[in-house]
């Protein structure tokens, strides 16, 4: 099994930034993508950065120039930088992996509890 936690959400003002990062452990033979998710309230779960394995990233367009997604394959950890946060990013952040568990294994997605991050105005 592989566990992923996320750290680093809270609240912050308008214009502030935060942190996130998401540790994996357990059974990973080779990690693949990891990316950032974020659900506001009422709302559906949606996609917010991706970075695959050679550091490829993309973003949503809502947070394109203004977050960056990064990792450390040695830690199989990634981050999430939020700069100019709106009140629109308030959401709880979730983080998911793409996990190959052994040399044979088909690739499972993983996902962590997720870190709260509210913005206020």
């Known amino acids: 099994q592989v566990q992923l936690v996320e750290s680093g959400g809270g609240l912050v003002q308008a214009g502030g930034s935060l942190r996130l990062s998401c540790a994996a452990t357990g059974a990973i033979f080779r990690m693949n993508a990891m990316s950032w998710y974020r659900q506001a309230p009422g709302k559906q779960r949606e996609l917010v950065a991706t970075?695959?394995?050679?550091?490829?990233?993309n973003y949503a367009v809502s947070v394109k120039g203004r977050f960056t997604i990064s990792r450390d394959s040695a830690k199989n950890t990634a981050y999430l930088q939020m700069n100019s946060l709106k009140p629109e990013d308030t959401g709880v952040y979730y983080c998911?992996?793409?996990?190959?568990?052994?040399?044979?294994?088909?690739?499972?997605?993983?996902w962590g509890p997720g870190t709260q991050v509210t913005v206020s105005s």
């Open positions: 970075i695959t394995s050679t550091n490829s990233t």
């Open positions: 998911s992996a793409d996990v190959r568990t052994t040399s044979v294994s088909y690739v499972y997605v993983f």
